[in-house]
Structure formats: structure tokens, C-alpha cells
């Protein structure tokens, strides 16, 4: 078969699994009853994914000795088409949003900047699971449109509330290396913090980041 039929084939699977995945989403968007908040705008652009890894091992994850460990790859079916696991709205299940991966990461935004104002700036979501416990994940945020920093840390070792699977934060005390307040962001960095709170698994391992909403929008688009 010639590359470019196989290319052509691999594409339009491509767009198929992407419709699939975004169709529950949208679906998703309209029922959710849980936001806390009316107004703001989901992430609609992905800068940069980058998959972690899950472990391979016998021993007790949790208490912190591991027997005959191995470090490996995600499942690959959990880093296709990331745009569609998190860009937009809540995903209704695990299955349909981003898997990170310990130690992975993700770096979304808004078509506009976002900006520290008046309450919480920023939400993530990861969907509800009975089998799921709430892993631990890091916040950055930076205001080069670029993405390639400095970052500023937003939270540490922070998870979703129980209540309703956000968290909710605040821009507050950002500044940059001259102590001048930053009030302006391009980019959302989130990461996460390899607290194993579950056993590993390829499929699911890390946090499961489904949406990230910005609630104050610049007036000015990102270049």
C-alpha cells in the first residue's frame, strides 16, 4: 500500500475518533448541571501534550516500595487526539478526557488572554468516577503567547473538589521577577504531581483533566 493511501486512511480515522470524542462532550456541555459558574469561556486551543508514563510492578504503589518497577509508555489509544479530550466542555467519563500520565502534562488557553479579576480565574475538571480517586496535579500559568515561559506556579499538589469535580483558582499574588504584578496570562500549564494515589494502569494513570474554563477574558486576541 502507498504511504500516501495509508496517510489518507490514518486521517480520516483520525477525524472519526475526533468527532466521536467531541459529540458526548458537547452533549455533555448542555446538561451540566455541577458548573459552578454561568459565565467564562473553556479552553479552546492546545499548545503542547505531553504524556507521561505508568508503571509496570508488583509491589504496593502506595506505600512506597515497589518490586520489579518499570517505567512505561501510556496506553496509545490514551494520546490520540488530546484536543478533543480537553479542549471545550466537561467530558462526561474518564474514557473521554485527557489522561496525563505520571508526570505528564498539558498546556491549553483561551482564543483571547485570560486576567486575574474579581473571584475565581480559572476552573478544571476531571469527571466524577465511583472507581476514581482524585489525584494530585500542579498549576502554572505564563504570559509569553509562546508558552515557553517563565511559568508561575498556581497551586501544588492541589485536587478536584468531591462536591463537584472543579477546582477553582485565583490569579492573585503573581508576579514577575521585578515584583510587578502579572494580571495577564497566555497559557495554562497543568501537570501532573506523580502522587500514584491509585495503582498504575496504561489506560488510566495521573490525573484526567476533561476541561479547563477561563472566567475573565482579555479584550485583546493572542497574536
Not at 8 to 34: G, T, V, Y
Not at 86 to 106: D, F, S, W
Not at 107 to 112: A, F, L, M, T, Y
Not at 133 to 150: A, K, L, R
Request: hydrophobic share 35%; with cysteine; proline share 7%.
Amino acid at each position: 500500500m502507498k504511504k500516501s493511501t495509508l496517510m489518507k486512511q490514518r486521517m480520516a480515522l483520525c477525524l472519526f475518533i475526533s468527532l466521536f470524542i467531541s459529540a458526548p462532550a458537547k452533549a455533555q456541555c448542555d446538561s451540566l448541571k455541577k458548573d459552578p459558574y454561568p459565565t467564562g469561556l473553556y479552553a479552546s486551543q492546545l499548545l503542547e501534550f505531553k504524556p507521561g508514563f505508568w508503571i509496570k510492578t508488583r509491589g504496593a504503589l502506595a506505600t512506597g516500595w515497589r518490586k520489579w518497577e518499570k517505567k512505561t509508555p501510556l496506553h496509545h489509544t490514551r494520546t490520540l487526539f488530546p484536543s478533543g479530550r480537553v479542549l471545550g466542555c466537561p467530558k462526561p467519563t474518564l474514557e473521554a478526557a485527557l489522561t496525563l500520565g505520571h508526570k505528564g502534562y498539558v498546556v491549553v488557553g483561551p482564543v483571547k488572554c485570560f486576567k486575574n479579576g474579581k473571584g475565581p480565574d480559572i476552573l478544571i475538571h476531571e469527571p466524577r468516577s465511583d472507581m476514581n480517586v482524585n489525584e494530585t496535579f500542579n498549576v502554572y500559568v505564563t504570559p509569553d503567547e509562546n508558552g515557553e515561559g517563565p511559568w508561575y506556579p498556581v497551586v501544588l499538589n492541589a485536587s478536584v473538589s468531591n462536591a463537584n469535580n472543579f477546582l477553582e483558582l485565583e490569579l492573585d499574588g503573581i508576579v514577575n521577577k521585578r515584583g510587578y504584578p502579572i494580571k495577564e496570562f497566555a497559557w495554562v500549564k497543568i501537570e501532573d504531581a506523580n502522587s500514584q494515589l491509585v495503582y498504575s494502569h496504561e489506560r488510566f494513570s495521573g490525573f484526567e483533566v476533561s476541561a479547563v474554563k477561563f472566567m475573565h477574558q482579555c479584550n485583546v486576541p493572542m497574536s
